[in-house]
């Protein structure tokens, strides 16, 4: 037995049976006895529990046939990509390649994918994009809700994504999804140094709240929207108060942010933005004009104080001419007139009457 070489292989095990470099076959669970004279024999022991049949020689054993009916034996091309489930379970995913899978001890199932049609949909995406080998292969992402996700392939658009998860084959092509959100943002342009028609310098704040309408047209149109937004309502700001001179502008402020507004809004929808609002937050004087419009405004309500009080005084003073012009021409109402307010006097206290004119002593006596 000197030129014999003694092999055990398992019942849960395979030898892989090579003379010379050259594969010979395969040995299945027993003991075998193999002649070796000049130590060219190699036999490498495989455990069957292991699905996958991983050798540098895979080529040689494949090519011999003995895989046949043992082995499920994948060669992919470089458009494919294999997805692998052992016992129900996934484990990994396959490259270009030639690959061989063991019959029996364990339930393996291959599936091939033609990976040129970039997108990779699945209906287990979720546990395939887990796999920390599927990551090698695949780019995914995931689209928050709220959101779109813009995929260009190529540098060409291809579609807009709803919120979920998205896998794409590396190295097929470029893919690229630009995530967009579709809540409502407010651009805020403040400290805006702008000078009025009658050249009075003004600082100004504005807000411009602003949602995106076309998310392709957001992504493609400028490399920052919201910068974009930013320019172009700083310069209708611009424009539109620099066509007023100040009291025009300061008496009819909606006017000036309806128009800012409405300028705003046809530049943003070039842009694919939806202008929900849009007005001017503060309005700043500078001092020495602030305190002559304080001035100006002090003289106006002082002018209009005491127009009224002399209106006051002419409407009294007419009043009374008119009310003497009635009793010089009614005695008899003259009379009464000293009637009503002797009695006023008399209900106030003791009455001390001093009576010059005969006749209407009398008759004075006699109300008494």
């Not at 920390?132 to 579609?159: H, N, P």
């Not at 419009?293 to 104080?305: P, S």
């Amino acid at each position: 037995m000197l030129f014999f070489k003694r092999i055990k292989i398992r019942s849960y095990e395979m030898g892989l049976y090579f003379r010379d470099g050259e594969f010979q076959g395969l040995l299945s669970a027993g003991r075998h006895w193999l002649f070796d004279l000049l130590g060219k024999v190699r036999v490498d022991v495989v455990s069957l529990r292991e699905a996958w049949l991983a050798h540098d020689k895979l080529d040689m054993i494949v090519k011999s046939g003995e895989l046949k009916d043992r082995a499920v034996v994948l060669d992919l091309k470089d458009h494919q990509r294999g997805l692998v489930w052992v016992d129900g379970r996934f484990t990994h995913l396959l490259a270009p390649g030639l690959y061989a899978y063991w019959h029996g001890a364990r339930d393996v199932r291959v599936e091939v994918i033609d990976a040129r049609q970039v997108r990779f949909e699945h209906e287990d995406l979720k546990v395939i994009a887990r796999s920390t080998a599927a990551r090698q292969l695949l780019d995914v992402c995931t689209v928050d809700r709220d959101r779109v996700g813009v995929l260009f392939i190529d540098g060409r658009y291809v579609d807009t994504l709803r919120p979920g998860l998205f896998a794409f084959w590396k190295g097929v092509a470029d893919a690229r999804v630009v995530e967009v959100d579709l809540r409502e943002c407010v651009a805020d342009v403040s400290g805006q140094e702008i000078m009025t028609n009658d050249k009075v310098s003004l600082r100004m704040n504005a807000l411009v709240t602003y949602r995106i309408a076309d998310a392709r047209k957001a992504v493609s149109t400028v490399d920052d929207v919201r910068q974009a937004l930013y320019r172009e309502t700083q310069l209708a700001l611009r424009a539109v108060v620099g066509a007023r001179e100040l009291d025009a502008f300061l008496t009819d402020k909606d006017a000036v942010a309806q128009e800012l507004e409405q300028a705003v809004r046809r530049r943003a929808s070039e842009l694919g933005l939806e202008v929900v609002a849009a007005g001017i937050r503060d309005v700043i004087l500078p001092g020495d004009m602030k305190d002559l419009m304080n001035k100006v405004t002090e003289a106006k309500k002082a002018a209009e104080a005491n127009l009224i009080s002399r209106r006051e005084e002419t409407a009294a003073m007419r009043s009374q001419a008119n009310t003497a012009r009635l009793l010089a021409d009614n005695p008899t109402l003259m009379r009464l007139r000293e009637l009503e307010v002797l009695e006023k006097i008399a209900s106030a206290g003791n009455l001390s009457v001093v009576l010059g004119e005969k006749g209407l002593a009398e008759r004075v006596v006699n109300l008494l």
